[in-house]
């Protein structure tokens, strides 16, 4: 399995799609691909969420990395790797769910919310963190975090991130961020999602030249 920062670098935004119906999928899927997303996130709450997660992985699996999201106990990973998932994002952080993912060899994003849980996660095998809910936390709060993790450790804030709102974080150490309800909604149509989909790529595209990162 391929390091997940082979994912993250060529556009660090994970498209969550709460409330995605699988006869959507493929539309939606084809607009945030097309404006550079490459790791899409079904939550398991979501109508159906196993078969939107076969059908986004049928289509885009070559290219992008589907997998699950509000994953919230161990005996669900067996379904999303069944389905064509390889990778599971989590709101908490439960070590049981942690193992349970990479023995099934899929890649695992759990939320955390103080370096507790962070340490602890990463521990466990996490490939990435998210740091959720963002609201709770705040830009000098992960430039802290970041004196202490580990420099390879990547931290995604999620929850109440705009295309404004990326800079600060970025600067504070965020590697890329995940982005709900602003970007996609039910019922907001495929041309919409993709239109905010690429107001956000050329965002963190505009922050990272402004910072001096490449890009």
């Known amino acids: 399995m391929s390091d997940f920062k082979t994912w993250l670098d060529p556009l660090p935004l994970v498209a969550i799609l709460r409330g995605l119906h699988p006869d959507e999928a493929v539309d939606v899927g084809d607009a945030l691909v097309g404006a550079g997303f490459?790791?899409?996130?079904?939550?398991?709450?979501?109508?159906?969420?196993?078969?939107?997660?076969?059908?986004?992985?049928?289509?885009f699996?070559?290219?992008?990395?589907?997998?699950?999201?509000t994953v919230l106990?161990?005996?669900?990973?067996?379904?999303i790797a069944d389905a064509g998932g390889r990778i599971v994002v989590m709101p908490h952080a439960d070590m049981a769910v942690i193992r349970a993912a990479k023995q099934a060899g899929l890649y695992c994003v759990p939320g955390v919310a103080t370096p507790t849980e962070?340490?602890?996660?990463?521990?466990?095998?996490?490939?990435?963190?998210?740091?959720?809910?963002?609201e709770q936390a705040s830009p000098a709060v992960l430039k802290a975090w970041r004196a202490v993790l580990p420099p390879g450790a990547a931290v995604l804030p999620v929850g109440g991130v705009t295309p404004d709102t990326m800079g600060p974080w970025l600067a504070a150490g965020a590697a890329g961020f995940g982005i709900g309800s602003s970007l996609y909604a039910p019922g907001r149509a495929?041309?919409?999602?993709?239109?905010?989909?690429?107001?956000?790529?050329?965002?963190?595209?505009?922050?990272?030249?402004s910072q001096g990162h490449p890009a």
Do not use: M, T, Y
């Not at 490459?38 to 076969?54: A, M």
């Open 61 to 69: 699996g070559d290219e992008c990395l589907v997998g699950a999201g």
């Open 190 to 209: 495929a041309d919409d999602v993709g239109a905010r989909a690429l107001a956000f790529a050329q965002a963190w595209r505009r922050h990272l030249d």
């Open 38 to 59: 490459r790791i899409l996130e079904v939550p398991l709450n979501s109508p159906q969420p196993l078969e939107s997660i076969c059908r986004l992985a049928a289509r």
């Open 118 to 134: 962070a340490f602890a996660a990463l521990a466990a095998g996490a490939d990435a963190l998210k740091l959720f809910p963002a």
């Open 73 to 79: 106990d161990p005996a669900s990973v067996r379904g």
